[in-house]
């Protein structure tokens, strides 16, 4: 025994391999909720972008968008029209049929119930997914 040990008493047993197990098991569960939730982010089952759009009179303004999905698969895709002051001022909700093409170029026409500056796309949701991608 050595003089500490002696003068205070033995000390316990190391609590660190312990310690090192459970920070180690908390590690792989995080990282294998990362990965799980990368891969589900990754592969929505359908995306969508604003091709363009036309403000043709105070009132109405049309806009394209592009829609990929896959082919059994229905969408409703979310537009919002914004004035100046970035208020809503016109919305449309586009329903995109399960036997449609899974790439299409889809026309809209929003009407408004005062001038718009911009359209939005809130972005498409599925059946299944309903957070807009």
Same mark, same amino acid.
């Given at each position: 025994?050595? *003089?500490? *040990?002696?003068?205070?008493?033995?000390?316990?047993?190391? #609590? #660190?391999?312990?310690?090192? +197990?459970?920070?180690?098991?908390?590690?792989?569960? +995080?990282?294998?909720?990362?990965?799980?939730?990368?891969? $589900?982010?990754?592969? &929505? &089952? $359908?995306? =969508?972008?604003?091709?363009?759009?036309?403000?043709?009179?105070?009132?109405?303004?049309?806009? @394209?968008? %592009?829609?990929?999905? =896959? %082919?059994?698969? %229905?969408? =409703?895709?979310?537009?919002?029209?914004?004035?100046?002051?970035?208020?809503? $001022?016109?919305?449309? @909700? !586009? /329903?995109?049929?399960?036997?449609?093409? #899974?790439?299409?170029?889809?026309?809209? /026409?929003?009407?408004?119930? #005062?001038?718009? @500056?911009?359209? $939005?796309? !809130?972005?498409?949701? /599925?059946?299944?997914? &309903?957070? &807009?991608?």
């Amino acid at each position: 025994m050595s *003089d500490l *040990d002696a003068r205070y008493g033995r000390s316990g047993r190391s #609590r #660190r391999p312990v310690v090192i +197990g459970v920070v180690a098991v908390i590690v792989a569960v +995080g990282l294998a909720w990362l990965v799980w939730a990368a891969f $589900v982010q990754s592969t &929505p &089952p $359908v995306t =969508s972008r604003l091709i363009g759009f036309e403000i043709t009179s105070p009132t109405s303004v049309k806009a @394209t968008i %592009e829609v990929d999905k =896959s %082919e059994s698969t %229905e969408a =409703s895709c979310r537009l919002q029209a914004k004035a100046a002051d970035f208020s809503i $001022v016109g919305e449309l @909700t !586009i /329903t995109v049929p399960a036997d449609s093409p #899974r790439h299409q170029t889809v026309p809209a /026409t929003l009407t408004t119930q #005062r001038a718009a @500056t911009s359209v $939005v796309l !809130i972005g498409c949701t /599925t059946p299944d997914n &309903p957070r &807009p991608h």
